[in-house]
Structures are given as structure tokens and as C-alpha cells.
């Protein structure tokens, strides 16, 4: 069994590509080749050059394989249906032409939902109209990703979203084909929804096709849910710590992987504030060490 680890851009900040806060996308590569690491994703398209020369030159110079990339757009939103094709249809078309095979799909922090991330109890739903269309907006795009350009296309929970929760999540794998939607299990955030990572994991383990690696600081996700406080505020208070560090059982993690001889790419995400985060380079080396010291390799 091989299991390889990676890293994103999102580890140094980069959350949007235009965001002027951003550091520039070759010292992400060089950090994260400095860092130890030997794949990174995409981060938001635009942010690496969409010129596939440009690009691959610069990937082979840190000794760096592209693993895969995120559409993180208002999936919920009928009126952007253009915006989550245009992100969706460049990710892929980027990805395709270095090879990576990961497409991953995530529904962009909404305003009806942001206040209650962390509180599933509390969290406004989707009428049966509304959740039908959504879904099906999820399916299209998996469905161009999986059979158009042969990527392997996982949903990802994040917190804010309308797929945050673990019901939700859970409806979407039964309502859509596992031959075209998979899922990218992020640890962080399921931890960060009030829920076990490992428990659903051992459920669904033969239908994760991709992992990322995120730990949560346990007080500090009980005062951003108290407070109601916003997702990237939350990011800057360090909810997102260093692996190992947080609420997050990473050796029963591994554990659930290697009961189901899972191979391939797990990817280091931990979201900060580019300007708040004073060492992102010596965190991701923490990050790699720390997965080292409990067996991955």
C-alpha cells in the first residue's frame, strides 16, 4: 500500500486567487517543496498560471506533482450557476493537462449558513425544490469531471456551506451515482461540524477516494461556535492547528486506511490567514514530521 502526503496552497492562505494577501504561487511551490513534500493541489484556479508550460516547468523544477484541485464555489446559489461552471471547467482543464486526477467540489460558504457552522441543530435547510436543483448542479459538474476529462471527483464538506453537515452529506452520497461523485474527506471540518471523522470514515471508507488532513483546536472551536463567529475569522484565531495538536485521532486515521489498503494522495490543509499565520513554512514542516512520526511515509 502506498500512501502519499501532500500539500495545498490554502496551508499558506491562499483561499481566493485574486486576494491581494496571497503570496505569490512560486514561493508556495518552493515552501512546500522545502517543507519535504512531493505534490501539491492547484489552490483556486487562477492563482497558478493556467499556461500548462508555464506551470509545468515550474512544478518539475521543485520536484513537485500536481494532485488535484478545488472548485469551491456557491454551488447553493442558482443565479451563479455561470461562476461555478467557468471555475469548474478551468479546474478541470488545468488538471487534465498535468495529469492530476483529483477534482474536488465544494460548496462555498453561504450567508444563511455561516452563522450556525457548528451547530447542525440550529442550521437553516434547504426546502425539497431547492435541495433537488443543488444537488443536481453537484452532479452535473461531477459527471463533466468524471466522464469528460476521466478525474476522479470527490465532495468535500466544509463549514458555512450547505454540505457541512454529516446528514446532508450523507443524503447527497445516496441521491448521487458513486460513479461519478466520491467523496474527499477532510478530517477538519467534520470534526469542526460536531462530528466523528473516524466513525464515518469506517463507514464510507470504500467510497473515499482522497483525503485532507486537518486537525482542530478543540478551544478554540468551542469559542468561535459560542460566539457565532465567522468561518475566516475562525481561520485566523487558529482554529485550524498543527496536526497531531488538535481533536483529530490521526493514528486512528491511518488505522481506518490501512484496514482498507487506501492508496493514493492525502493532503495537508491548514487554512490560515496569510497575514496572521508568522511561519507557514515551518508549520508545514511540523505537519509532515508529525504524520512521519505515526507512520506515514
Same mark, same amino acid.
Given at each position: 500500500?502506498?500512501?502519499?502526503?501532500?500539500?495545498?496552497?490554502?496551508?499558506?492562505?491562499?483561499?481566493?486567487?485574486?486576494?491581494?494577501?496571497?503570496?505569490?504561487?512560486?514561493?508556495?511551490?518552493?515552501?512546500?517543496?522545502?517543507? !519535504?513534500?512531493?505534490?501539491?493541489?492547484? $489552490?483556486?484556479?487562477? #492563482?497558478? /498560471? =493556467?499556461?500548462?508550460?508555464? *506551470?509545468?516547468?515550474?512544478?518539475?523544477?521543485?520536484?513537485?506533482?500536481?494532485?488535484?484541485?478545488?472548485?469551491?464555489?456557491?454551488?447553493?446559489?442558482?443565479?451563479?450557476?455561470?461562476?461555478?461552471?467557468?471555475?469548474?471547467?478551468?479546474?478541470?482543464?488545468?488538471?487534465?493537462?498535468?495529469?492530476?486526477?483529483?477534482?474536488?467540489?465544494?460548496?462555498?460558504?453561504?450567508?444563511?449558513?455561516?452563522?450556525?457552522?457548528?451547530?447542525?441543530?440550529?442550521?437553516?435547510?434547504?426546502?425539497?425544490?431547492?435541495?433537488?436543483?443543488?444537488?443536481?448542479?453537484?452532479?452535473?459538474?461531477?459527471?463533466?469531471?468524471?466522464?469528460?476529462?476521466?478525474?476522479?471527483? !470527490?465532495?468535500?464538506?466544509?463549514?458555512? $456551506?450547505?454540505?457541512? #453537515?454529516? /446528514? =446532508?452529506?450523507?443524503?447527497? *452520497?445516496?441521491?448521487?451515482?458513486?460513479?461519478?461523485?466520491?467523496?474527499?474527506?477532510?478530517?477538519?471540518?467534520?470534526?469542526?461540524?460536531?462530528?466523528?471523522?473516524?466513525?464515518?470514515?469506517?463507514?464510507?471508507?470504500?467510497?473515499?477516494?482522497?483525503?485532507?488532513?486537518?486537525?482542530?483546536?478543540?478551544?478554540?472551536?468551542?469559542?468561535?461556535?459560542?460566539?457565532?463567529?465567522?468561518?475566516?475569522?475562525?481561520?485566523?484565531?487558529?482554529?485550524?492547528?498543527?496536526?497531531?495538536?488538535?481533536?483529530?485521532?490521526?493514528?486512528?486515521?491511518?488505522?481506518?486506511?490501512?484496514?482498507?489498503?487506501?492508496?493514493?494522495?492525502?493532503?495537508?490543509?491548514?487554512?490560515?490567514?496569510?497575514?496572521?499565520?508568522?511561519?507557514?513554512?515551518?508549520?508545514?514542516?511540523?505537519?509532515?514530521?508529525? *504524520?512521519?512520526?505515526?507512520?506515514?511515509?
Amino acid at each position: 500500500m502506498t500512501i502519499r502526503i501532500g500539500n495545498a496552497p490554502c496551508s499558506w492562505g491562499v483561499e481566493f486567487a485574486d486576494d491581494a494577501r496571497n503570496p505569490t504561487w512560486r514561493s508556495v511551490l518552493k515552501d512546500c517543496a522545502d517543507a !519535504g513534500y512531493k505534490g501539491i493541489e492547484l $489552490g483556486p484556479v487562477g #492563482f497558478m /498560471p =493556467e499556461d500548462p508550460a508555464q *506551470l509545468g516547468h515550474a512544478l518539475a523544477e521543485h520536484d513537485l506533482e500536481l494532485i488535484g484541485g478545488v472548485v469551491f464555489r456557491p454551488f447553493h446559489d442558482p443565479e451563479a450557476w455561470d461562476n461555478v461552471m467557468d471555475g469548474s471547467v478551468r479546474t478541470c482543464k488545468a488538471l487534465a493537462a498535468h495529469g492530476a486526477k483529483h477534482l474536488v467540489l465544494i460548496d462555498s460558504i453561504s450567508p444563511r449558513r455561516a452563522p450556525t457552522a457548528g451547530r447542525a441543530a440550529e442550521a437553516e435547510q434547504m426546502d425539497s425544490a431547492e435541495w433537488t436543483a443543488y444537488r443536481d448542479r453537484i452532479a452535473t459538474i461531477a459527471k463533466m469531471g468524471a466522464e469528460e476529462y476521466d478525474l476522479t471527483v !470527490g465532495i468535500h464538506a466544509h463549514a458555512a $456551506g450547505f454540505m457541512d #453537515f454529516e /446528514p =446532508e452529506l450523507e443524503r447527497l *452520497l445516496d441521491e448521487v451515482d458513486e460513479k461519478i461523485l466520491k467523496i474527499c474527506f477532510d478530517t477538519g471540518h467534520h470534526s469542526y461540524a460536531g462530528f466523528d471523522p473516524v466513525a464515518f470514515m469506517q463507514r464510507h471508507i470504500g467510497r473515499i477516494s482522497y483525503m485532507h488532513f486537518k486537525d482542530i483546536d478543540p478551544a478554540v472551536k468551542a469559542d468561535v461556535i459560542a460566539k457565532r463567529t465567522g468561518f475566516y475569522d475562525a481561520c485566523g484565531q487558529g482554529i485550524f492547528c498543527n496536526l497531531g495538536q488538535g481533536d483529530v485521532d490521526f493514528p486512528a486515521v491511518r488505522q481506518v486506511l490501512l484496514n482498507a489498503g487506501f492508496e493514493g494522495w492525502c493532503t495537508v490543509e491548514q487554512d490560515c490567514d496569510p497575514l496572521l499565520d508568522p511561519d507557514p513554512l515551518g508549520d508545514a514542516r511540523a505537519n509532515r514530521e508529525y *504524520l512521519e512520526s505515526i507512520g506515514f511515509r
